[in-house]
Antibody, heavy 123, light 110 residues
């Protein structure tokens, strides 16, 4: 059974940093790209970032480029999102998802999602 | 960036009725790379449809997707009580690699 479990969310001040983790199980982790998607309170879904199975390719939304870094540790079956220079508008539930891609240079759709972790940026 | 516009914003129907949800793209979606998700309050989204018309694993056949180019439709043939939720479309055919979601359609019990 595929499982994705996020952790690391919490309250952080504007300008601060936070690192999210997503522990994966039930599938061959290196065979899949992985993605972070966020959802602000009461709002819709927003793609944040995707990383290839090897970790060699990364893609970012313009809204987080230069501030967030996606990475993965394939020996630990874990996905990460390092978030720096956080802003109030980054407040959201952050979901990790397994990406199913049609080419090696695409983001794909997301067939499994974690339960999400809440990040609140506030003073 | 491809912008997806979903309509209606809210759809009020009764169990047993047919639901039709629309997703229009600002430019053609490559190779029908369009997905639909269902999200219930406090839960993560669930994949329903990918490739515009292929049902995901375990999705009942009352859910169907259609369309191509810029216009796509999600149809729920006969609503069950558990189908009342928010539905999102997503296009994943962008180059350079990125993806966008529609703003969602809320399906509520009439």
């Amino acid at each position: 059974e595929v499982q994705l479990l996020e952790s690391g969310g919490g309250l952080v001040q504007p300008g601060g940093s936070l690192r999210l983790s997503c522990a994966a199980s039930g599938f061959t982790f290196t065979s899949y790209a992985m993605t972070w998607v966020r959802q602000a309170p009461g709002k819709g879904l927003e793609w944040v970032s995707t990383i290839s199975g090897s970790g060699g390719s990364t893609y970012y939304a313009d809204s987080v480029k230069g501030r967030f870094t996606i990475s993965r540790d394939n020996s630990k079956n874990t996905l990460y999102l390092q978030m720096n220079s956080l802003r109030a508008e980054d407040t959201a539930v952050y979901y990790c998802g397994r990406s199913v891609r049609y080419t090696s240079s695409s983001v794909g759709y997301f067939d499994y999602w974690g339960q999400g972790t809440l990040v609140t940026v506030s003073s | 960036e491809i912008v997806l516009t979903q309509s209606p914003g809210t759809l009020s129907l009764s169990p047993g009725e047919r639901a039709t949800l629309f997703c229009r793209a600002s430019q053609s979606v490559s190779s029908s790379y369009l997905a639909w998700y269902q999200q219930k309050p406090g839960q993560a989204p669930r994949l329903l449809i990918y490739g515009a018309s292929s049902r995901a694993t375990g999705i009942p056949d009352r859910f169907s997707g259609s369309g191509s180019g810029t216009d796509f439709t999600l149809t729920i043939s006969r609503l069950e009580p558990e189908d009342f939720a928010v539905y999102y479309c997503q296009q994943y055919g962008s180059s350079p690699p990125s993806t966008t979601f529609g703003q969602g359609t809320r399906l509520e019990i009439k």
